[in-house]
């Protein structure tokens, strides 16, 4: 079934629906806009107006959002428990929810990785070099940073960074 809606400026809008199951909207500068259901688990939208757009979701565990204009985003749901956000300009998240209310968000960008947990407190894991690490952990307005760099182990806040750097500057004084 096809519904045509012709406005004052002379454009078209059409709606066409096929089966139940396909919707497509159509203007008249050629633009596409479809929505497809197959068997009540995947859909996909597609909008060919110079660029593609496509929402995949696949037995409730599986979506992916994809942008075919010269970059391509993907947003992959796995049983539930781990979300990826993977783009080509060389970043990668990850989502990942274990238990109760935490769940960890890992970003990648190069070599360095960031780890956020949000059960409450915030944290950062940044890993650089392979063989120096900062746990940088925010609970309200005071943030605790561990550094381990094979046996060196420190934490502090940034209260003690200001403390220290008043010190310094009196000794020199």
């Known amino acids: 079934m096809t519904s045509c809606l012709t406005t004052a400026n002379g454009s078209t809008l059409c709606l066409t629906t096929a089966n139940g199951s396909t919707s497509c909207l159509i203007t008249a500068n050629g633009s596409t806009s479809c ?18 757009s496509f929402l995949t979701s696949t037995n409730g565990s ?16 796995i049983n539930g428990s781990t ?6 300009n060389g970043r990668k998240s990850c989502q990942t929810g274990t ?15 960031y780890l956020t947990t949000t059960n ?29 760099n094979g046996s060196t182990f420190c934490q ?6 200001v403390m220290r750097d008043r010190i310094k500057r009196n000794r020199s004084v």
């Open 35 to 52: 929505l497809t259901t197959i068997n009540g688990s995947t859909s996909y939208l597609t909008t060919t107006n110079g660029s593609t």
């Open 62 to 77: 599986t979506s992916c959002l994809t942008t075919i204009n010269g970059s391509t985003s993907c947003l992959t749901t």
């Open 99 to 113: 238990t109760g209310s935490t769940s960890y968000l890992t970003t990648t960008i190069g070599s360095t990785s």
């Open 120 to 148: 409450g407190s915030k944290s950062y894991l940044t890993t650089t070099n392979g063989s120096t690490s900062y746990l940088t952990t925010t609970i309200g307005s005071t943030s605790y940073v561990t550094t381990i």
């Open 83 to 88: 979300s990826c956000r993977t783009s080509t």
């Open 156 to 161: 502090t806040n940034k209260r003690s960074y």
